[in-house]
């Protein structure tokens, strides 16, 4: 947690995927409930998502992804966070990610993943209980 004792979420869109209303929501939320939230826009690369989230120096990386191309985004944001030495920031997520992927993902690392409708609350709760 940063010297001001709030979280600090960096909210991302990584890929082709265009559609960003659910991300957006997410941060609204996170923002509400008293976090500092960084949201980088759309069509981000894994590179340009560790390097946001090393120079904001978040908590946590909340990826949002639809495209269907979670198994290959995921793992290169964990290698390029610890290709930098950065293992300490939470990666979590949310999407249209099946319940086998979801499995796969918390494997390798990956914290909770939330489904579309997941109410706003329970991505909140976990991030305070998880980083508080």
Known sequence: M????KLRILIAKPGLDGHDRGAKVVAR???????EVIYSGLHQTPELIVNTAVDEDVDAI?????????MTIFPRVLAR??????????????????KKDRQALEAMGVGRIFTPG???????????ETLG
């Open 29 to 35: 939320a996170l923002s509400n409930a008293g976090m």
């Open 62 to 70: 909340g990826l949002s992804i639809l495209s269907g191309a979670h």
């Open 81 to 98: 966070l610890k290709e930098k030495g950065v293992e300490d920031i939470l990666v979590f997520g949310g999407g249209t990610i099946p």
């Open 118 to 128: 997941t109410d706003t609350r329970a991505i909140v709760d976990y991030l305070k």
């Open 2 to 5: 940063n010297p001001s004792g």
